[in-house]
């Protein structure tokens, strides 16, 4: 079966029909995946690095922690990246400037999902998406995120900022008492690790509310500061 799909595909490359990132990605594989089915890790792939180009420019241990991805996927993906760094070809992935561009993108992501997902966002100064992780658990109304494994993913990623988004399946976007104690705790993260968060979005049926408009994130930045952690680091040794 996935012989006669590889021979479709083929034929769509050489008639120079149009591709799919994921597409793409599935056909590269070919070449250090003889004989398995490519396409769902090409997902996997995506879903993480957000592009062809992020994934070409990833260093070899963080190709390695996509399930499915060893260490000959790996190498042979950072050695295509190199090729293609010394050509020029890496371009962009998408950039998230405005409230509007974020509202679009993590609509598109979260729209349609019948359990609570949070995804944190990456992101360049430039407001480039660079990386996306995604977190969601058993409990249909309920997501948690490990702040140890947020605190790794920072240090392999570097991302200047974070967006944080997550649904709600009642049709309200109102944050919950755990979703202020989320984003309090993201802040603190953020603020140890020198990165900026820069909102936290809830979408729900189409709406969203978003934590920055409210001026929740200010006050929040404000109690996380470097500044308070120092005081609270002081207090705490001297009782």
């Not at 603020?191 to 920055?212: E, P, Q």
């Amino acid at each position: 079966m996935h012989e006669g799909h590889r021979q479709r595909m083929y034929a769509k490359l050489e008639n120079g029909e149009d591709f799919y990132d994921h597409e793409v990605l599935e056909i590269l594989l070919y070449s250090v995946i003889p004989r398995a089915n490519t396409n769902p890790l090409a997902h996997k792939l995506l879903d993480k690095f957000c592009s062809i180009s992020e994934l070409l420019k990833a260093d070899v241990k963080e190709i390695k922690s996509v399930e499915g991805a060893g260490e000959a996927v790996a190498r042979f993906l950072r050695t295509v990246g190199l090729c293609a760094e010394r050509a020029g070809n890496i371009e962009g992935a998408a950039v998230l400037k405005t409230f509007g561009d974020s509202k679009r993108f993590a609509g598109m992501r979260l729209r349609g999902k019948i359990e609570e997902f949070l995804e944190l966002y990456f992101l360049e100064k430039s407001g480039r998406l660079k990386r996306i992780f995604t977190y969601t658990s058993a409990d249909r109304n309920k997501v948690v995120a490990n702040a140890q494994e947020i605190i790794k993913n920072i240090a392999l990623a570097k991302p200047y900022g974070i967006l944080a988004a997550h649904n709600h399946l009642n049709g309200s976007v109102e944050p919950s008492e755990s979703d202020d104690v989320f984003t309090g705790e993201l802040q603190l993260l953020c603020t140890l690790n020198n990165v900026k968060l820069w909102d936290h979005l809830i979408y729900s049926d189409g709406n969203f509310y978003s934590y920055r408009d409210e001026n929740k994130l200010a006050e929040m930045a404000e109690k996380y500061s470097l500044g308070r952690v120092v005081e609270w680091i002081k207090d705490s040794s001297s009782t």
